[in-house]
T-cell receptor
Framework: SQTIHQWPATLVQPVGSPLSLECTVE??????LYWYRQAAGRGLQLLFY??????ISSEVPQNLSASRPQDRQFILSSKKLLLSDSGFYLC?????????????FGSGTRLTVV | GENVEQHPSTLSVQEGDSAVIKCTYS??????FPWYKQELGKRPQLIID?????GEKKDQRIAVTLNKTAKHFSLHITETQPEDSAVYFC????????????FGKGTKLSVKP
């Protein structure tokens, strides 16, 4: 069966520090991968998605970047965090090219920038 | 651009009552509509979905209806229980985009015992 791992679960970082969040998927090949951010009590904002190694699409301009160095690994990064980067970050995967089929989300990383 | 609107943003019901959440979508090419439930501090989880070739789908106390002509779909929860309390998100796929989903802004459902 497929599983998705995301870490760390919680993170407190000072303003201006770098960030690296990692997500890996097991039990499937060639998945679509996604990074979402959720502010407290708010909806799901799509940050990045990837349909293959090295292929990254950005939905909104921001202080963040994403990379996909391996088929089942998706990394979210920042060189210098801002206070506004605080939130709940969710990685998700779906079957590539199916057009339908739900997302499976990771357990999330709660990031607090202080 | 494509959009999914979800109403209401908050919903409070008594235990045992029914709850209905409604969504409208703008992309007429959308053909897949999932619903997610997110409990406090946890990840969203798929609870039911419907494809455009079906008008209604049921799974125990949960049902989803789809009106393609009007471009709206709804989640119905019957005999609500306190454990149904959560934030519910509807979504529609963005046709031609590798299946990317567009999410509604969520409905916070509170079921009072």
């Amino acid at each position: 069966s497929q599983t998705i791992h995301q870490w760390p679960a919680t993170l407190v970082q000072p303003v201006g520090s770098p960030l690296s969040l990692e997500c890996t998927v097991e039990g499937t090949s060639n998945p679509n991968l996604y990074w979402y951010r959720q502010a407290a009590g708010r909806g799901l904002q799509l940050l990045f998605y990837s349909v293959g190694i090295g292929q990254i699409s950005s939905e909104v301009p921001q202080n963040l970047s994403a990379s996909r160095p391996q088929d089942r690994q998706f990394i979210l990064s920042s060189k210098k965090l801002l206070l506004s980067d605080s939130g709940f970050y969710l990685c998700a995967w779906s079957v590539r090219g199916l057009g339908f089929g739900g997302y499976t989300f990771g357990s999330g990383t709660r990031l607090t920038v202080v | 651009g494509e959009n999914v609107e979800q109403h209401p943003s908050t919903l409070s019901v008594q235990e045992g009552d029914s709850a209905v959440i409604k969504c409208t979508y703008s992309d007429s090419a959308s053909n897949y509509f999932p619903w997610y439930k997110q409990e406090l501090g946890k990840r969203p989880q798929l609870i039911i979905d419907i494809r455009s070739n079906v008008g209604e789908k049921k799974d125990q106390r949960i049902a989803v209806t789809l009106n393609k002509t009007a471009k709206h779909f709804s989640l119905h929860i019957t005999e609500t229980q306190p454990e149904d309390s959560a934030v519910y998100f509807c979504a529609a796929n963005r046709a031609g985009s590798q299946g990317n989903l567009i999410f509604g802004k969520g409905t916070k459902l509170s079921v009072k015992p």
